[in-house]
C-alpha cells in the first residue's frame, strides 16, 4: 500500500468518526463564505487563495467519505471538533504531499534530459493538476447558464424529474438567499475563524421557507431536494481514491434526520449545470436530443456573447466555405469580422472523462484531442482556406455569403461548453498548432471564461487587442486560469519585456477581477470595475482616439488601435501629456502644433496635429508631414492624428501612409529644406514629465472660453 493509500484510509476512519459532520460544517462555513463590510473588496476574497484553504475537491472528498459510511449528526465537545478538524486538515495535506513527491520521482538527476511532456503526463503529476486545479467557473455562472443549456429540454425535464432548469434555478436562488440569512447572526469572518464550532444549523434547508421563497409548488420543491440529495442509504462504497467517482458531486445536499443541509453552494450550482445530461443520457430514445440540444447551446451562447461585442452584422453562424460549386473545402460554426482580422471559432461540448481524471495520460490526451485539437485542426483548415483566392462562402440556408475583405491575421479559437479542470496547462502540455505571419497561436476557452471576457473587454478593439497578446505570448504566459492572465491585463496590460522568456502568474492576481465580476452578477456594493486600463485607457487623449477609431471601423486604423494598445501605462500617459501640451499651446496662439513619436519594434510612428484652421487645409498640412517623418525614418508605415485644442479635445481627422520605404532625392531636399529632425523614439524614462502642462493665472484658459484663466475656470474650481 502507498503513503497516498494509506492516507486515504485514515482519512476514511476519521470522516466515519461519530459528529464529524459538525467538524465538516465548520470547515465549509470557514473555506466557502465571503465576509465583506460596506463594498466588496479585493482583500476580502484574499483568503480563497490561500494555501491554508481546504479547495472545493478537498471539501467533497471528506463528504464523500463521510456518506461511505452513513451520516450522523451526534453532538460532540469542542475539544473532538476541534482535534477533527486539525487531523482533517493534515491528512489532506499528507495526501497531496504523497501525490507530489510520486509525481516527482522522474524529475531526478538520473533523468536529467526528461521531455516536458514526458515529464507533466506522469500519472501522479496529472492527478494532481486535475484534483488540485483552480475554479473554472464562478458558481452562480453554472446556475444561470444551467437555464439556457437545458432550455430545449424542458419537456423531457417535467416529465421525468418534475421540474425544468427555471423551476431549478429559483430554488437554487432560494436557498442562496436562505443560507445568506442563516450567516447574519455571526458578527465577522475573524469571529467564524477563531471559535471552531458546530455550524451545522448554518447549512440547514428549511423546506417550508424554501417553497415561500421560491415561490414553487411542494411538489417541485421536493422533487429538486430529492434528486440532489443523499441520504444514508445511499450507496459511495465505490468510493476509494480521490479520483473515484464520488456521488456527491452530482448530489452535494444531505438529507439527515428529516432534514437538508447544503454545505457547498456551488458543487450544487455545477451539478445543476452538468447533472441533466446524464439523467437524459439513461433514456435511450432521447439520448441522441440530449447530445444535440448540448452542441446547441454551446453554440448559441458563444454567438450571443460574440454579437454583444461585435455586433451582429460582424458575427456568422455556420458558414460553410466551397472551393467550387461541389467541393466544401471547410466549415465554420461561428465567424467573426472585424475589418480584415477573423476570429475562427469552433464550439465544442466535449468533456474530460472519470478515467482521464484517473491520471491515465494517453487517455488524457485522447480527451483533449477529442475536445480540442480536432477541434483547432478543423479552426486552421478554415483559416488557410480563407486565405485562399476563389473560395466562397455559404451559410446554413445555402445563401452566398460576401466577405468584402479578405483576412490579414485569422485566429482560431477553440470553446467548449464543459469546465475542463487545467484547461490553459492541458493546452500547452498538448495543443500542437502552427503560427504563421497572418495565422495566429490558437485560443482555447470555456463558455464560463468568454462570458468573463465579454462582460470587461465589451468594445471590439478592446476584445482582439486581448486576443492578439494572449495568442502572441501562448508560450511564455502560464496561470492556472484564463481569468488570472485576463486579470493581470485589466490591470496592467499584457505584456512581458522583451528579454524575458517565461512568466507564471500566481492565482491570486485575479482577486481584483474576481471582486468586480461578483458585483457586477450579484449586485453587490462596490466597484464592478477592475482599477487599470479599463480607466487609463477610456479616458484622456489616448480614450478618445480608440474610440474615435472603433467607430471608423477601418482596418488600417484598426491596426493603429492594435499597435496602441500594446503601450504599457507609461506610454499612455505621455501620449496624453504630449497631446494636453500641444493643446495647450495652441489655446495660447491659435496656430497648430505638433507632436510625433517613433514607435517601437519597426511599426512606424505617429504625428499629432492640433486643429488650427480650416479642416482641409489642416488635413494637407498633416498628410504632409506625416510623409516626411515617415521618410525620415525609414519606416514603410505612418499615422497621422489631427485633434481639436478645446477641452472636449475631440480628434477630427486620422490618416495613415503605408508603403515600403525608399530612398528619394526630391524628399532629401525637402526634408533639409525644412530643417525636419527624425523622430524620437518612445522611452520612459527620457520622456518622463517633459510635456506636462502648468497652467498660469493670465494664460488663455483650457475649457477653450478665449478668457484669463484667472478670469475663468479658476473661479469656478475655487467657488
Same mark, same amino acid.
Given at each position: ?43 476580502? *476574497? @484574499?483568503?480563497?487563495? %490561500?494555501?491554508?484553504? =481546504? $479547495?472545493?475537491?478537498?471539501? &467533497?472528498? #471528506? ?119 442563516? *450567516? @447574519?447572526?455571526?458578527? %465577522?469572518?475573524?469571529? =467564524? $475563524?477563531?471559535?471552531?464550532? &458546530?455550524? #451545522? ?519
Amino acid at each position: 500500500m502507498n503513503n497516498e493509500q494509506a492516507k486515504f484510509l485514515e482519512l476514511e476512519e476519521l470522516c466515519k468518526q461519530d459528529g464529524f459532520i459538525h467538524a465538516y460544517s465548520y470547515l465549509c462555513l470557514r473555506d466557502c463564505t465571503i465576509g465583506f463590510q460596506g463594498g466588496l473588496e479585493t482583500d476580502d *476574497l @484574499n483568503h480563497l487563495t %490561500s494555501s491554508d484553504r =481546504l $479547495i472545493k475537491t478537498e471539501l &467533497s472528498l #471528506l463528504h464523500g467519505l463521510m456518506l461511505k459510511s452513513g451520516y450522523n449528526a451526534v453532538e460532540i465537545s469542542s475539544d473532538k471538533l476541534t482535534q477533527y478538524v486539525d487531523s482533517a486538515e493534515q491528512i489532506l495535506k499528507d495526501i497531496h504531499e504523497a501525490i507530489k513527491t510520486s509525481g516527482m520521482k522522474n524529475f531526478s538527476l538520473e533523468n536529467p534530459k526528461l521531455s516536458f511532456e514526458s515529464f507533466f503526463t506522469e500519472k501522479d503529476v496529472v492527478r494532481e493538476f486535475i484534483f488540485y486545479s483552480a475554479e473554472q467557473a464562478f458558481e452562480f455562472q453554472f446556475a444561470s447558464f444551467a437555464r439556457e443549456r437545458y432550455i430545449e429540454d424542458e419537456v423531457w425535464l417535467r416529465d421525468h424529474v418534475g421540474f425544468d432548469m427555471n423551476d431549478a434555478y429559483t430554488i437554487y436562488r432560494a436557498i442562496n438567499e436562505m443560507l445568506n440569512e442563516n *450567516l @447574519n447572526s455571526i458578527a %465577522s469572518r475573524s469571529e =467564524l $475563524i477563531s471559535h471552531k464550532e &458546530s455550524r #451545522l444549523q448554518f447549512h440547514e434547508i428549511n423546506v417550508d421557507e424554501l417553497i415561500r421563497l421560491s415561490k414553487q409548488s411542494k411538489e417541485i420543491v421536493i422533487a429538486f431536494l430529492t434528486i440532489f440529495s443523499t441520504s444514508s442509504k445511499d450507496d459511495n462504497t465505490s468510493f476509494s481514491s480521490i479520483d473515484d467517482f464520488n456521488i456527491i458531486n452530482a448530489k452535494p445536499i444531505v438529507y439527515l434526520n428529516d432534514k437538508y443541509y447544503l454545505f457547498q453552494l456551488t458543487s450544487l450550482a455545477q451539478s445543476m449545470y452538468e447533472s441533466p445530461i446524464f439523467w437524459m443520457r439513461e433514456d435511450k430514445s432521447y439520448r441522441k436530443f440530449a447530445d444535440e440540444h448540448r452542441g446547441n447551446f454551446t453554440e448559441a451562447f458563444t454567438y450571443n456573447k460574440l454579437v454583444s461585442v461585435f455586433g451582429r452584422e460582424n458575427v456568422y453562424v455556420n458558414i460553410d466555405i466551397f472551393k467550387n460549386a461541389a467541393e466544401k473545402i471547410g466549415e465554420i460554426d461561428i465567424l467573426v469580422k472585424f475589418g480584415s482580422k477573423y476570429l475562427i471559432v469552433q464550439a465544442k461540448s466535449k468533456g474530460m472523462t472519470l478515467s482521464s481524471r484517473k491520471g491515465q495520460a494517453e487517455i488524457v490526451k485522447d480527451d483533449f484531442t477529442k475536445g480540442f485539437q480536432n477541434a483547432y485542426d478543423q479552426a486552421i483548415e478554415c483559416s488557410n482556406a480563407l486565405m485562399e483566392a476563389g473560395v466562397h462562402f455559404k451559410d446554413a440556408s445555402g445563401n452566398l455569403v460576401e466577405f468584402k475583405d479578405r483576412p490579414t491575421s485569422c485566429y482560431p479559437v477553440c470553446i467548449t461548453s464543459e469546465s475542463y479542470p487545467s484547461l490553459a496547462f492541458q493546452c500547452r502540455l498538448h495543443l500542437k498548432y502552427e503560427k504563421t505571419e497572418h495565422l495566429k497561436a490558437p485560443y482555447i476557452m470555456d463558455v464560463f471564461f468568454l462570458d468573463i471576457l465579454t462582460e470587461f473587454l465589451s468594445e471590439p478593439l478592446f476584445f482582439l487587442s486581448f486576443v492578439d497578446r494572449r495568442t502572441g505570448y501562448h508560450d511564455a504566459l502560464m496561470a492556472s486560469t484564463e481569468i488570472v492572465l485576463l486579470s493581470m491585463h485589466l490591470k496592467y496590460n499584457l505584456w512581458i519585456e522583451n528579454d524575458m522568456t517565461f512568466m507564471h502568474l500566481a492565482d491570486d492576481i485575479a482577486s481584483d477581477l474576481d471582486a468586480a465580476f461578483m458585483v457586477r452578477r450579484l449586485a453587490l456594493p462596490g466597484s464592478g470595475t477592475p482599477k487599470g486600463i479599463l480607466q487609463k485607457y477610456t479616458s484622456g487623449f489616448f480614450g478618445r482616439l480608440l474610440f474615435k477609431i472603433q467607430r471608423l471601423a477601418n482596418d488600417d486604423l484598426t491596426d493603429l488601435g492594435l499597435i496602441l494598445l500594446k503601450g504599457n501605462g507609461k506610454f499612455v500617459d505621455m501620449l496624453n501629456e504630449a497631446v494636453g501640451r500641444i493643446q495647450y499651446l495652441t489655446i495660447q496662439d491659435n496656430l497648430t502644433h505638433d507632436f510625433t513619436i517613433q514607435l517601437e519594434n519597426g511599426v512606424g510612428g505617429l504625428t499629432v496635429h492640433t486643429l488650427a484652421g480650416d479642416l482641409e487645409s489642416a488635413q494637407n498640412k498633416l498628410m504632409a508631414h506625416v510623409n516626411a517623418k515617415k521618410y525620415l525614418a525609414k519606416q514603410n508605415q505612418w499615422f497621422g492624428v489631427l485633434v481639436e485644442a478645446d477641452r472636449l479635445g475631440m480628434v477630427a481627422s486620422i490618416c495613415k501612409l503605408s508603403f515600403p520605404w525608399q530612398k528619394d532625392t526630391k524628399m532629401d531636399l525637402a526634408v533639409k529644406e525644412a530643417k525636419m529632425d527624425k523622430p524620437m523614439i518612445y522611452d520612459s524614462k527620457e520622456l518622463r514629465g517633459k510635456f506636462k502642462v502648468k497652467l498660469g493665472r493670465n494664460d488663455k484658459c483650457l475649457c477653450g472660453s478665449g478668457k484669463k484663466y484667472k478670469k475663468c475656470c479658476l473661479i469656478k474650481n475655487n467657488l
